[in-house]
């Protein structure tokens, strides 16, 4: 074993989805290097040997207790859903190694990420404010990150070490998370908006005059492939996007603005993804279509 190696603090996932599989896939650590993963998933029966699968085949230790999983963790990444992250601090506080780095990887509000720094911090832990950048995959470990807090400087050397990609981005917790945020009123917001748009377009029968005219106005995007992947992203992930939302709803509020265009793109991802349908072949006439048929 490697002094460096030897000296690396163990890594628990606190949350073991796809965001946190698809990190610890890509790693391709060294065997002695161990890391375990919690997910509450793992105290459900019918879920557990699905959860199971997914951290063996990333080479991750599943643990059924959170107590174990935490037990002489130093580094730790939190990846639950954006409206369990302040549970997941309060849940682990019990459990946490003085001095273990608590690094909230959740898309939540600023305010919720100060919120679970004050928990960590009186345990005793260094709580960093993450925000991550970019979908997982394809680029999985190497994901971009924003960092900040008074830890942040600290966990970015390991994070190197592991061959993530961080960037400090600010000396205070929320300051990460509200990048995060606020460029998800267009990001979650544009993909609401097209859907809409393209949806009675294509219900009107005029999706190709308006196509397009957007193309006209605006060359640089590529509005029917965009149109198409939008809706993808919807009909996949609307539910883990609402929840986001949801939290930049949280944001604006708490920043004394409304947030009026932010609460329809909530009800948008949501309803898309209540429908609960296949995406298909990457084709904007047919996913318009299996919308307006179950809509």
């Known amino acids: 074993m490697t002094d460096t190696a030897r000296n690396f603090p163990r890594v628990t996932f606190v949350g073991f989805g796809e965001a946190a599989h698809a990190v610890a896939s890509g790693w391709q650590l060294a065997p002695e290097r161990s890391v375990r993963a919690y997910d509450l998933k793992l105290q459900d029966p ?15 230790e599943p643990v059924a207790s959170l107590e174990e999983a935490l037990d002489g963790t130093g580094l730790i990444f ?8 302040l549970e997941a601090a309060r849940a682990a506080v019990r459990y946490l190694a003085p001095g273990a780095y608590w ?7 600023p305010q919720t990420k100060q919120k679970a720094a004050a928990l960590i911090e009186e345990a005793g832990g260094r709580y960093v404010d993450v ?6 995959y394809p680029k999985r470990h190497q994901a971009p990150l924003l960092l900040a807090g008074p830890h942040a400087g600290e966990v970015a050397g390991l994070l190197e070490q592991l061959d993530m990609r961080p960037r400090l981005t600010g000396e205070k917790v929320g300051d990460a998370s509200s990048v995060k945020m606020l460029r998800s009123v267009i990001i979650k917001g544009l993909e609401a908006l097209t859907t809409e748009c393209l949806l009675a377009a ?3 029968g005029v999706e190709d005059a308006v196509l397009a005219s957007l193309q006209a106005s605006d060359p640089g995007i590529d509005w029917h492939a965009r149109g198409s992947y ?4 919807m009909i996949v992930h609307g539910a883990r996007r609402a929840a986001e939302v949801e939290e930049v709803c949280v944001t604006l509020r708490e920043f004394g603005l409304p947030d009026w265009m932010s609460s329809g793109t909530v009800r948008w991802q949501r ?10 072949d990457d084709d904007l006439a047919q996913r318009c279509d299996g919308v307006l048929r179950t809509l």
Not at 271 to 280: A, C, N, Q, V
């Open 46 to 60: 019918e879920a557990a040997e699905q959860v199971t699968m997914r951290c063996v085949a990333a080479g991750v």
């Open 78 to 85: 939190s990846l639950v859903t954006a409206d369990q992250a």
């Open 103 to 109: 690094l909230d990887c959740n898309s939540c509000a």
């Open 131 to 136: 925000a991550v950048m970019a979908p997982v």
């Open 202 to 204: 294509r219900r009107a």
């Open 230 to 233: 939008n809706l993808e992203r």
């Open 271 to 280: 309803t898309i993804s209540d429908l609960r349908l296949d995406p298909g």
